[in-house]
Structures are given as structure tokens and as C-alpha cells.
């Protein structure tokens, strides 16, 4: 296994890249294309950890990722939250009055609507934020303009001509840290438990197995489903929790879920990140 490379999807200077570093400022960054990628360079050892967006707090979730997890050998390890600031970065020396086009990701070009339209800019496509800067970076045309991260704008050489243009200010991401082998951390209140459960063909199965939660007194953090694979007969549902397996109240409320689903997979016993738990 490679140490000290942390891999994302993306190029560099996007949000997945700046994550990373924050997460790991000591660790060498790594872009892959897809999120297949990043998990297939965990496994085959190319990189130590991978970190992948799960969910924002206006796009909601990442279907993709949800599905790759079903299906993979690897381990959270770790979740790291991320205000999401979208800055307009343009050519060295440009002037916001020279401006006519932005180019950026969809989802970024919604999230700072409210700027565009009273800059009176064109909208442009791109694939990713980063990538908008890179190509306005090459391009040096000074009539267009990139939605992108501080980290773009020092990578590509891009003037930051206004800063936080996105409408609303608490925007951000989760990010999740993937990993070849579990770690083991001590119960404390920072821990979080995540599991994939596939639910029985029961009447009122969901409910009944999230009864002793409830019971238990475990703190649900998160829980989201899904149709895997487009079967339209099962739901696969994605659970966080507030607790550690070793507590005999989380035994107790896994022991209930079992007892209504078809399976129960382990995806992670790790540390949340702080700002989960800074209003609790």
C-alpha cells in the first residue's frame, strides 16, 4: 500500500481536492475520474484512504456513492464536513465589467444564481469547478469567467474578483474517508456507527426494526434508502448512529434490526467530525 496518498474524484483545485488536504494536510493528494476509481486504488493498495462526498446540504445525497458502498470490501474510516465557498475567479488582470460568461459545475452555476443574475452573466456548463478554472486558466480570456475554490484560484494563477458568491451560506458537504482496514476506536460520544440494511417483505418491517433505537436510546443521525438495482420488490436503507457497537445499548438495537431485515452490513465504526456534535 502506498502511505500518505489520499485519492478523491475530480482535478486538482476542486472541493473533493481541498477536502482532502484538510483532512490530511500531511498526505500527497491523488485525482481520479470516476468514484469506482478511487475505491478500486484502495483496494489494490495504489493509495491508503480515499475521500468521497456522500452528501450536500442542498444537492442532498450522492446516489452513486450509496451504491458503490453496498458493494465494496472497504471501511469508513472517518467523515469530514466542508463549507462549500464558491468564489469567481477570473484571468490575471480582469475586471468584473470585462466579464460576460461564468462557467462552472451545475450544481455550483444554482448554488450562486442569485450573484450571476445581478452580474447579468452568461451561464456556462463545465464538468466540474475546478476544471472551469483550468480552462479559463488556458484559455486567458478575459470575458469569461470560473465558479471554482480558493485552491483553484492558486493553482491555475486566477485572480479571486469576488468571494462567497454562492446565495446561501450554509453550504456544505460530507465527506467520507474509505480505507482498506477498519479502525477500532474507543466508545466515546463522538462515535459513529454506519450500516447498509436490507429490510424484510413484512408489513410495517421499517418501523419494527428501528424500534429499538428508540428503546435503546440511540441518537439516529442519518437514514436514507434506496432501490438497488432497480428492484422495485426491496429497499436497501443507509443508517448512521450516534454510539459504538460495544455498548450494550447499540447491541440491543442492532440485535432488534436484525431480527426484521434480510441482512445487516458493518460500514464504519469512527470518529465524527466535530461539527456534527458543536450544537448537541
Known amino acids: 500500500m502506498t502511505k500518505n496518498i489520499i485519492g478523491y474524484q475530480g482535478v486538482e483545485g476542486a472541493h473533493s481536492d481541498m477536502a482532502c488536504r484538510r483532512a490530511y494536510p500531511y498526505a500527497q493528494t491523488k485525482p481520479y475520474s470516476t468514484f469506482e476509481d478511487v475505491f478500486e486504488a484502495v483496494s489494490n493498495g495504489e493509495i491508503e484512504i480515499g475521500i468521497i462526498p456522500i452528501e450536500n446540504s442542498y444537492a442532498g445525497r450522492v446516489a452513486e456513492v450509496h451504491n458503490i ?125 454506519t450500516l447498509l440494511f436490507t429490510i424484510r417483505n413484512i408489513p410495517a418491517a421499517l418501523y419494527k426494526s428501528l424500534g429499538g433505537f428508540a428503546t435503546n436510546n440511540v441518537n439516529m443521525l442519518k437514514l436514507e434508502s434506496y432501490i438497488p438495482g432497480g428492484q422495485s420488490d426491496m429497499a436497501d436503507f443507509f443508517i448512521s448512529f450516534q454510539g459504538h457497537p460495544k455498548e450494550r445499548r447499540v447491541q440491543l438495537a442492532i440485535e432488534e434490526l436484525g431480527f426484521f431485515t434480510r441482512k445487516v452490513k458493518l460500514l464504519g465504526v469512527y470518529p465524527g467530525d466535530s461539527a456534527r456534535f458543536s450544537n448537541s
Do not use: W
Not at 464536513?81 to 452555476?109: C, R
Open 69 to 193: 458502498l453496498a458493494n465494496t470490501e472497504l471501511h469508513i474510516i472517518g467523515e469530514y464536513f466542508q463549507k462549500i465557498e464558491h468564489h469567481l475567479l477570473a484571468v490575471k488582470g480582469t475586471k468584473i465589467g470585462d466579464i460576460k460568461d461564468v462557467v462552472s459545475h451545475p450544481q455550483a452555476l444554482m448554488q450562486c444564481a442569485k450573484s450571476i443574475k445581478e452580474l447579468g452573466l452568461n451561464k456556462i456548463e463545465a464538468l466540474n469547478t475546478a476544471i472551469a478554472a483550468k480552462n479559463i486558466a488556458e484559455s486567458g480570456d478575459k470575458t469569461k469567467a470560473a465558479i471554482a475554490s480558493e485552491l483553484a484560484a492558486e493553482i491555475y494563477n486566477l485572480d479571486i474578483l469576488q468571494r462567497n458568491v454562492q446565495t446561501a451560506q450554509d453550504n456544505q458537504t460530507i465527506f467520507i474517508a474509505v480505507a482498506k482496514e477498519p479502525i477500532d476506536p474507543e466508545p466515546a460520544d463522538n462515535i459513529v456507527t
